[in-house]
């Protein structure tokens, strides 16, 4: 089976824009979760969906929201991007209460 | 909510030497536990998970971790470590009703291990 896919793989943005990262779980997974990684925070969920619905939230702003699709793909989006949104963005699909990370996507706000 | 610490940031060990890293939490109901291991330009991935049963969990590569419910702790231990361990290892809690899909992450150990 293919591992989860997260593209682009780097992004740079600068102050303002908006950016819209992809996640493609491994086949048969109806869960994905998604995670910020940064040095001085560390990894902290920031959503999961299930079956194209929401269904548990961390503690970020609204200017992060995600969607997931029918086939289970997922998109997460920043608006109104601030340089601490630098970070490294992880998708987690989850299968058999464990959850299979992405490489995720390195996004540099300038 | 929950939080998770990690008590060692950087451990350096010789090969051979024995391995525990300390993982406390805090949250008054049911957890599910885990410890991810992420190797040097690698993904994170599983190393072990408690979910009910036998305290004293083994995983992959040798590790085994220990929940002890009174302490609210879930430590990592390895008995004889290789330079191949070299890695950055966090331990994470989930709730008892969320199966893994919302992690709280503790701040991560990184484990050099010299050859």
């Known amino acids: 089976k293919a591992g989860v896919t997260q593209t682009p793989r780097y992004l740079i943005k600068t102050r303002g824009q908006q950016v819209t990262l992809s996640c493609s779980p491994i086949?048969?997974?109806?869960?994905v979760s998604w995670y910020q990684q940064t040095p001085g925070q560390g990894l902290q969920f920031l959503f999961e969906?299930?079956?194209?619905?929401?269904?548990n939230k961390g503690n970020f702003p609204g200017r992060f929201s995600g969607r997931q699709f029918s086939n289970s793909r997922s998109e997460m989006n920043v608006s109104t991007l601030e340089l601490g949104d630098s970070a490294l963005y992880l998708c987690?699909?989850?299968?058999?209460?464990?959850?299979?990370f992405g490489p995720g996507t390195r996004l540099t706000v300038l | 909510a929950q939080s998770v610490s990690q008590h060692n940031h950087h451990v350096i060990l010789s090969e051979a030497a024995s391995l525990e890293l300390g993982c406390n939490y805090s949250y008054g109901g049911t957890v599910n536990l885990f410890w991810y291991v992420q190797y040097p330009g690698q993904h994170l991935q599983l190393l072990l998970k408690?979910?009910?049963?036998?305290?004293l969990v083994k995983g992959i590569k040798g590790f085994e971790a220990e929940f002890i419910k009174s302490k609210f702790s879930f430590n990592l231990r390895k008995p004889s470590v290789q330079w191949s361990d070299t890695a950055e290892y966090f331990c994470?809690?989930?709730?008892?009703?969320?199966?893994?899909?919302?992690?709280?992450f503790g701040g991560g150990t990184r484990l050099m291990v010299k050859p």
């Open positions: 987690a699909s989850s299968g058999k209460n464990e959850q299979f």
């Open positions: 086949s048969g997974h109806r869960s």
């Open positions: 969906y299930f079956s194209e619905t929401q269904r």
């Open positions: 994470a809690v989930d709730d008892g009703n969320n199966a893994g899909n919302m992690l709280t």
């Open positions: 408690y979910f009910s049963g036998d305290p």
